[in-house]
């Protein structure tokens, strides 16, 4: 290749835009050792040339002065023409959009209202610049404010540096994606392609691109991109249920590669991957020689064709065509997913069981079979299979839908699941006697750790831990897991609550899993108070009165009932507390405080908006700190922040309390949901271990560990090997008042 100028010249001008069409052959003109290749080659080769098990990103520094605008132009034309003027300035990204890509969000909460009222021709430039420091940060938006003064614009141009605003602008960006996958059609996909072109081509390519579109039918496309990069992505919807479909799919995409090609020598792919979409259009791009250049890598490191067959290089000019996989109808709240995957890793069964993808495939999988009728063994199977690795192994947790572009909570889907086979059953007439005995209930529990640490006390851990284990493989599997984490019963506290005349009083709502949960025997040796009567004291330290909800015993949010899918119930408790709550808290004038994340996180989904409801740091972190005399521990400390709490926004609040009061807080990387799920890490402890499985080389060199959920601390101890409690205990000893 080398020693072919025509070849090696081809190279160097097509990577001098964005490329991923093939193999990255510029690995072979800019590298001269033979490793720097190899490795150079493997970046994105899609697994067709070996597995790569590791890699390092080298990132670029991330400024805190930032500003961004979004410029409105009258065209395409004129939105392309200025970000060649941007490329020159101190600018970071500079994204276009359409005026389809601007109109699929107009309607989205909390967009711009002009977003609707700009003329049908208009174009977008969504501009970021960024600065060490806000003096150059200015600096630069008048540098750039100044060279676009020649620009016809629809709406004066206006920076803005201020973090809510920005993320507004940003928000029309990052909402694209979604607000067409929210469109479409049950049983149709959506497609987002990937194509470059050189920088002066990008307005006149980007216009006939719509032309395209608009021949072929396909009116929801939107068109968004790296302007600065002269990359586009287009977006629209497929249905690949009829050959009519396919074959208009087929036209469409022939066309816009001859475009793509022989109009402007662009890239077919510039940073997505080339896969089996693509791979058709391969040899077509580069030509024949570079095509078989392809080849010979592929035979090199693959000669019997078994990595990844038939991605990037396919001999078969339909590969795009045939194969597809139909996505059926399976259920309303996940007939949306597109299978991209994004919430895999996040997902605390991903190295278990199955992944929310997964979980999604394979229920259609059984919606398509059962329709079709003609396997039912088939279908048995995986509705067999998929009872222990789908549904009895998924947290239900929802982590998964912060990370779903169109913001599928495969836990919802898990839980629905759980409700049909609860509902009209037995195991629903007792989920109503639990509800409507629940004080009795949490007693008997209470009183049930109660014994079993009394045992730990007389036989010790090493016995007890025999003991529990043989039982539990006896019954298999079907008595809870024993630890030496485990709780001890909460003591049942007489008259809780205190009333100093203070003006400020808030309103205390212990969970029901810290009203019977009480702290474990190997935490403080064995002296841990309660959490409620720490949470009660910090309150109090704070120049609160504390209230407490009556008949308190008997309430709950309906967590436990609403994750067994028992949905009536779940309803049920979570009114009858929140009439209690409005009471209490004289109708929302004093705020109300729950110990417990999960619980918190589904009072505020389901309960009046007049009542203030604060999980226990954000109600230090707002109301307490301030009024608090902390003093610093030196310790080093580690730090889990709940499903709920990242679900509800708190981590940042979380992390501040616990930066407060310890030297050093460590916030594990790779560690999400930990798994514990409620119950789950007593009945499914596999489960937990598996999400938990990077924790204990991340934090056994802190102190201890703090969170703010019951249940997830006990796993975190377990598998952490530090002590894990309430973030409520860390604040209320650096908070005392030293003698
Ligand atoms: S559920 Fe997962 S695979 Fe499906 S669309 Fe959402 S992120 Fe993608
Ligand atoms: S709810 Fe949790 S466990 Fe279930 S699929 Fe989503 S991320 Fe995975």
Same mark, same amino acid.
């Given at each position: ?37 190899? @490795? ?13 098990? =590791? ?51 107009? $309607? ?94 990008? &307005? ?74 693509? @791979? ?14 392809? =080849? ?22 339909? @590969? ?60 048995? &199977? ?23 572009? +169109? ?6 889907? /898990? ?13 629903? /007439? ?13 007693? +008997? ?8 640490? @009394? ?34 019963? &909460? ?71 609403? $994750? ?32 417990? $994340? ?45 499903? $709920?709490? =990242? ?12 930066? &407060? ?70 604040? =209320? ?7």
């Amino acid at each position: 290749m080398r020693s072919d100028g025509v070849l090696r010249e081809r190279i160097a001008r097509k990577f001098k835009i964005k490329n991923t069409t093939g193999y990255s052959l510029n690995a072979l003109i800019d590298y001269d050792d033979a490793i720097d290749i190899l @490795a150079h080659l493997m970046i994105g080769s899609e697994g067709t040339l070996g597995f790569i098990s =590791e890699i390092t990103y080298n990132t670029v520094a991330e400024y805190g002065d930032k500003a961004s605008a979004l410029v409105i132009f009258k065209g395409i034309e004129d939105a392309c023409r200025a970000a060649v003027i941007l490329g020159e300035q101190p600018v970071e990204a500079v994204e276009l959009m359409d005026r389809a890509a601007l109109r699929s969000v107009e $309607s989205t909460p909390g967009m711009p209202t002009y977003l609707s009222e700009v003329s049908e021709s208009a174009a977008a430039l969504l501009i970021e610049t960024r600065a060490p420091d806000k003096k150059i940060l200015r600096r630069n938006i008048e540098t750039v404010s100044r060279a676009l003064n020649d620009m016809d614009l629809e709406r004066p141009l206006q920076f803005t540096d201020v973090e809510s605003e920005y993320s507004k602008l940003w928000n029309i960006r990052k909402g694209l994606f979604p607000a067409v996958g929210a469109v479409r059609h049950s049983g149709t996909t959506v497609i987002i392609e990937d194509v470059a072109f050189p920088k002066e081509h990008l &307005a006149a390519a980007t216009l006939e691109l719509q032309q395209i579109m608009a021949r072929y039918g396909y009116d929801n496309a939107i068109i968004f991109g790296h302007a600065l990069a002269g990359n586009i992505h287009f977006v629209f919807t497929q249905d690949f249920g009829s050959q009519q479909e396919i074959e208009r799919y087929s036209g469409f995409m022939d066309e816009v590669c001859a475009m793509v090609i022989d109009k402007y020598d662009g890239s077919l792919k510039a940073e997505h991957g080339t896969g089996r979409n693509m @791979a058709p259009y391969v040899e077509m791009e580069w030509g024949r020689e570079a095509y078989v250049l392809m =080849e010979r890598i592929k035979t090199l490191f693959d000669p019997h064709r078994l990595l990844n067959p038939g991605v990037i290089l396919n001999p078969n000019p339909r @590969a795009h065509l045939e194969n597809l996989k139909p996505l059926t109808a399976t259920s309303a709240i996940v007939d949306k997913c597109i299978e991209c995957g994004f919430c895999e890793p996040v997902c605390p069964s991903k190295n278990l069981t199955l992944t929310p993808r997964q979980r999604i495939t394979v229920q259609r999988e059984i919606s398509r079979l059962q329709a079709a009728g003609d396997d039912p063994a088939q279908r048995d &199977a995986l509705v067999k299979s998929y009872a222990y690795d789908g549904d009895n192994t998924c947290a239900a947790d929802g982590l998964c839908q912060m990370a779903c572009p +169109v913001a599928i909570n495969t836990g919802e889907l /898990t839980k629905e699941l759980r409700r049909l086979k609860v509902t009209g059953t037995p195991r629903e /007439t007792l989920a109503r006697s639990i509800a409507r005995n629940y004080g009795p209930v949490t007693s +008997v529990v209470r009183h049930g750790l109660s014994s079993v640490n @009394a045992l730990h006390c007389l036989i010790g851990t090493q016995a007890m831990q025999k003991i529990a284990g043989a039982a539990r493989k006896f019954s298999g599997n079907r008595l809870p897991l024993w630890t030496p984490h485990m709780p001890t019963g &909460a003591a049942r506290r007489k008259n809780p609550g205190t009333d100093r005349g203070s003006l400020k009083k808030v309103v205390y709502f212990p969970s029901c899993i810290s009203r019977t949960m009480g702290p474990a025997r190997t935490v403080g040796k064995g002296k841990q108070q309660l959490l409620s009567q720490t949470m009660e004291r910090l309150l109090v330290r704070g120049g609160y009165d504390v209230l407490y909800p009556p008949g308190m015993e008997a309430l709950c949010c309906g967590v436990p009932f609403n $994750s067994k899918g028992a949905f009536r119930q779940a309803d049920e408790k979570a009114a009858e507390l929140e009439r209690v709550l409005l009471e209490i808290s004289d109708n929302g004038v004093h705020p109300v405080v729950c110990d417990t $994340s999960p619980c918190l996180y589904r009072m505020r989904q389901t309960m009046d908006v007049r009542l203030s409801l604060y999980e226990p740091a954000e109600f230090i972190h707002d109301f307490l700190l301030g009024e608090l005399k902390i003093t610093k521990s030196k310790e080093k400390i580690a730090l889990h922040t709940t499903c $709920s709490s =990242e679900k509800m926004g708190l981590a940042a609040k979380l992390r501040r309390v616990a930066e &407060a009061c310890a030297d050093e807080v460590v916030v594990p990387d790779k560690v999400g949901c930990c798994g514990f799920a409620g119950d789950k890490g007593f009945t499914y402890p596999e489960l937990n271990a598996s999400a938990l499985e990077e924790l204990h080389d991340q934090v056994c060199s802190c102190t201890a560990g703090y969170s703010n959920s019951r249940t997830c601390e006990i796993g975190l101890s377990l598998h952490g090997g530090i002590e894990y409690s309430s973030i409520v205990y860390l604040v =209320e000893r650096c908070s005392r008042e030293r003698g």
